[in-house]
């Protein structure tokens, strides 16, 4: 069984910064692309960011490209740097694990088997 634990979410004003940290534990694989999804009230989870198991390679999401960073820490940690924030990033933010992703651009079907964190409420106000 894979444990996925996230922290560092919580409210900010728009244009602010927060920084969101996932830590892996069990049975995961260390050669795991990892990274981070959003569900806003009334909407389906979405993409947000992917880093490869290795931290060479990633992608965003068009709505967060150029505010956001994915990084690697180590194997088993991410993190996910969110710069000039704003209202419509409001969400709960999840960790994943266990991506197909190699290199390029996410697609959606690289997710379908992954483990997921509990979440981290992200609030940004206006």
């Known amino acids: 069984q894979v444990e996925l634990v996230e922290s560092g979410g919580g409210l900010v004003q728009a244009g602010g910064s927060l920084r969101l940290s996932c830590a892996a534990s069990?049975?995961?694989?260390?050669?795991?692309?990892m990274g981070w999804f959003r569900q806003a009230p009334g909407k389906e989870r979405e993409f947000v960011a992917v880093?490869?198991?290795?931290?060479?390679?990633n992608d965003y999401a068009e709505s967060v490209f150029g505010r956001f960073t994915i990084s690697r820490d180590d194997a088993l940690t991410i993190t996910l740097q969110m710069n000039s924030l704003k209202p419509e990033d409001t969400a709960v933010y999840y960790c994943?694990?266990?991506?197909?992703?190699?290199?390029?651009?996410?697609?959606?079907?690289?997710?379908?088997?992954?483990?997921w964190g509990q979440g981290t409420q992200v609030t940004v106000s206006s």
């Open positions: 994943a694990a266990g991506i197909r992703y190699l290199r390029g651009r996410f697609s959606s079907n690289m997710a379908k088997t992954v483990d």
């Open positions: 069990g049975r995961t694989s260390s050669r795991s692309a």
């Open positions: 880093i490869s198991w290795n931290g060479v390679d």
